[in-house]
């Protein structure tokens, strides 16, 4: 069964550094996607960025990227320059199908 | 602007009685989602419909009902609603093998 762990329950980092989440998962396909999601204090789910397997280079938009390790089975999220905005709730999930699956989540607190 | 709309955003409601929480989107994508989430869950998939009178029950269907009668517009509806049903509800629509862009969620109180 397909399965995706977000290990780390909780981080917190100081304003304007950089972080990186871990995600690991686990798949019979050979071709999947795979997401990052936001939600924030006020419960809105955001999608951040995706990273389709067969692509070998890293996605990144703005001040997100990914470290895709496929070997490893590992999607990591880096944010740069953190801002207090960030400060959330992060989800990390894998397509199956129609369905996603999701971590548990990790929460993220940006300090001043 | 791609938008996915719920109706209500809070809802507070007695034990047996019927809810009906709605859900749109301008972006005519055929596959939409039901989730609940509750502390320490996570989402959790209630129903999938992946395109008009197409509905198929996700992880935990038991106690709730949908209806797609056109495109963008998808609704839940808890018939006779028990207290176990308080959660957030949070609709989500995609194309067959896109990202999921998501409502902003209804929190349903059933007292």
């Known amino acids: 069964a397909q399965k995706v762990t977000q290990t780390q329950t909780s981080i917190s980092v100081m304003e304007k550094t950089t972080v990186t989440m871990d995600c690991v998962y686990e798949t019979q396909d050979s071709s999947y996607f795979l997401f990052w999601y936001k939600q924030t204090a006020s419960g809105e789910i955001v999608f951040l960025i995706r990273q389709d397997s067969y692509k070998k280079e890293n996605a990144t938009v703005g001040h997100y990227s990914l470290n895709f390790q496929k070997p490893k089975s590992s999607i990591g999220l880096i944010i740069t320059a953190t801002q207090i905005e960030d400060s959330a709730v992060y989800f990390c999930a894998m397509r199956e199908n129609y369905q996603l699956i999701w971590g548990s989540g990790t929460k993220l607190i940006i300090k001043p | 602007d791609m938008k996915v709309t719920q109706m209500p955003r809070y809802l507070i409601k007695r034990m047996g009685e019927n809810v009906l929480l709605e859900c749109g989107q301008d972006?005519?994508?055929?596959?939409m989602y039901w989730y609940r989430q509750d502390p320490g869950l996570g989402l959790q998939l209630i129903y999938i419909s992946y395109d008009v009178d197409s509905n198929s029950e996700g992880d935990i269907p038991k106690g709730y009902r949908v209806s797609r009668k056109k495109r963008e517009h998808f609704s839940l509806i808890l018939d006779s609603a028990k207290t176990n049903q308080t959660s957030v509800y949070f609709c989500a629509s995609s194309t067959s093998a896109e990202t999921l862009y998501f409502g902003s969620g209804t929190r349903l109180t059933v007292l």
């Open positions: 972006m005519s994508h055929e596959t």
